[in-house]
């Protein structure tokens, strides 16, 4: 089956995810990946004007939701992955390439579908176990957004942790029902964010425009 045409548009973030081959490790301490990967999306957001929203980096993959004034998300990603991957497989020492395959991209068309990804993907690591608190993670631009560590590269501004950060840390800190977890999976898995719903009728934002 002939993969799906890239839809390249300005006007939407997009969420994106990718994956180290066969689920195996980085094979580097984390903090090494972290420089390696904040490196390289500076370098991208330098060449390419992409801009970053949020960025959370797990142990064998990574979460990003950004835009592209530009409309050239596969450039920018073909770059950013490239480059990092070159620099993963020397250092870490492994036969393989360091992702499996191509990553996965999804246009958030609608502020309340931005959202979802936004929690989902910071609360990524506490839902791993990894952490109790979203805060607590370190390899995750929240951190470096709360002042608790130093920013890797420029960001677009993040209206929703500036509107108020006590409140905005509370919801990311609250719990997702498996039910909502399981409806934001399968929003993301498509070109365009979409519900259930949305799948079998056609009309936009039914069931998952609410905020989870």
């Not at 689920?23 to 904040?38: A, G, K, S, T």
């Not at 993963?88 to 609608?110: D, F, M, S």
């Not at 929240?142 to 677009?156: D, Q, R, T, V």
Request: positive net charge; aromatic residues 10%; hydrophobic residues 35%.
């Amino acid at each position: 089956m002939p993969r799906a045409k890239v839809i390249l548009q300005p006007e939407f973030p997009y969420n994106i995810s990718a994956r180290c081959i066969n689920q195996e490790w980085f094979n580097l301490p984390m903090e090494r990946v972290w420089d390696i990967m904040c490196e390289e999306l500076l370098y991208t957001i330098k060449d390419k004007n992409l801009l970053i929203h949020c960025f959370v980096l797990m142990s064998n993959h990574f979460h990003l939701l950004a835009s592209t004034p530009d409309s050239n998300i596969s450039s920018c990603m073909h770059q950013f992955m490239h480059r990092s991957s070159l620099r993963l497989t020397r250092e870490g020492n492994r036969i393989n390439e360091t992702y499996a395959g191509r990553h996965y991209k999804c246009i958030l068309q609608h502020p309340n579908y931005f959202l979802n990804a936004y929690k989902y993907i910071y609360r990524n690591p506490v839902a791993a176990g990894i952490c109790e608190r979203v805060e607590d993670y370190k390899f995750s631009t929240l951190h470096s957004k709360l002042g608790l560590s130093s920013i890797p590269f420029p960001m677009a501004e993040d209206t929703t942790l500036q509107s108020s950060p006590l409140l905005t840390l509370k919801w990311l800190n609250t719990p997702i029902t498996p039910e909502k977890s399981a409806a934001v999976k399968f929003g993301l898995r498509h070109q365009y964010f979409k519900s259930k719903m949305e799948r079998r009728t056609g009309q936009p934002l039914i069931s998952i425009n609410d905020l989870v």
